[in-house]
């Protein structure tokens, strides 16, 4: 049997939707683990392209396995021509199908990144910012292509913390970002096995430790489509802290920041809908209006600042 062949029966035995009982779940603890969503053929084309992709990304400049923590994130560079099974994973049905169910059928698929974790990983959401109301804002379907447990890097989650006023709450315990408490916090582990893959709330709450070096994580974000004034302001925030975070970790890895441009997108020669979620609906929330010297010099200035 031939790779694509046997990559379509893997296809055929997916489901792309999920059970009313695990909708209940998901909307109730803010996450669901996937048993054995992807398929062993699956699993193979994957992680053979992860190992592709993270050779090409660290040919030239190794990647740091001393870093002090995945908070100076490493990324892997992804193509449609070095992944193009990964590349194309946001828009086929058992992952999209998922989403469209949880977040409507209006959706947005925000791309994938894969990045080597270093180290413990702090508790936190995964959204920016202090004055959050929305807690229907979006997901990350969660891939690791190694078996892992609670003390080899395995995802936490605080069940019911996507919710306020849970959410807001955590950010008062006293610690709760201090790594030294990972394993205090009352959490969930979710023990991976290749193949299985946790879909959580973007507010619910999370954290891993006891990682190795180099352990790989692939996520695919997919956002809701504000319905509310509020929304809108959060999302638009929340775009604008995306590209923050892009020149932050450039930075971090001494590279040069990215500056990501509406002819960069259309270059891709993507898929209608994969357009218009990179280049239409970032649009709207002023994605590309970001500034990255104007950053730069405010970043300079707060570190002018702390340094007296
Ligand atoms: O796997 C981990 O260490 C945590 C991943 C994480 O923080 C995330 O996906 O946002």
């Not at 603890?29 to 190992?51: D, N, R, W």
């Not at 996520?219 to 995306?242: C, D, G, S, W």
């Amino acid at each position: 049997m031939n790779a694509e062949a046997s990559q379509d029966n893997g296809k055929a035995a997916q489901r792309s939707s999920l059970t009313a009982e695990e909708v209940t779940f998901f909307e109730t603890f803010g996450f669901l683990v996937l048993k054995q969503h992807f398929t062993p053929e699956e699993v193979k084309t994957i992680s053979t392209e992860l190992k592709h992709a993270v050779d090409l990304t660290y040919k030239d400049a190794a990647f740091d396995s001393s870093a002090d923590s995945s908070e100076r994130l490493q990324g892997v560079d992804l193509t449609s021509s070095s992944t193009p099974y990964i590349y194309s994973l946001p828009e086929r049905p058992h992952l999209y199908g998922i989403a469209k169910q949880l977040f409507g059928e209006d959706v947005i698929g925000h791309e994938t990144d894969v990045n080597l974790f270093v180290g413990d990983t702090r508790w936190h959401p995964d959204r920016s910012g202090r004055d959050i109301k929305t807690h229907e804002f979006g997901c990350k379907f969660c891939f690791y292509p190694d078996p892992l447990d609670g003390e080899t890097g395995a995802l936490r989650l605080i069940p019911g913390s996507h919710r306020l006023p849970f959410f807001d709450a955590l950010r008062e315990v006293p610690g709760i970002s201090d790594p030294k408490n990972i394993r205090n916090i009352p959490s969930i582990v979710c023990d991976n096995e290749p193949g299985d893959v946790v879909v959580f709330n973007l507010n619910c709450w999370h954290a891993s430790c006891g990682g190795q070096p180099g352990r790989v994580q692939f996520a695919i974000v997919y956002y809701a489509t504000p319905k509310t004034p509020q929304h809108l302001k959060e999302m638009r925030f929340q775009f604008t802290r995306n590209r923050q975070m892009a020149v932050e970790i450039a930075l971090s890895n001494n590279k040069i920041p990215p500056t990501p441009t509406p002819e960069e997108v259309l270059d891709r020669g993507d898929s209608p809908l994969m357009t218009s979620w990179l280049l239409d609906r970032r649009q709207e929330f002023g994605y590309f209006d970001f500034d990255n010297d104007v950053y730069i010099e405010e970043l300079q200035a707060r570190q002018r600042d702390k340094n007296g």
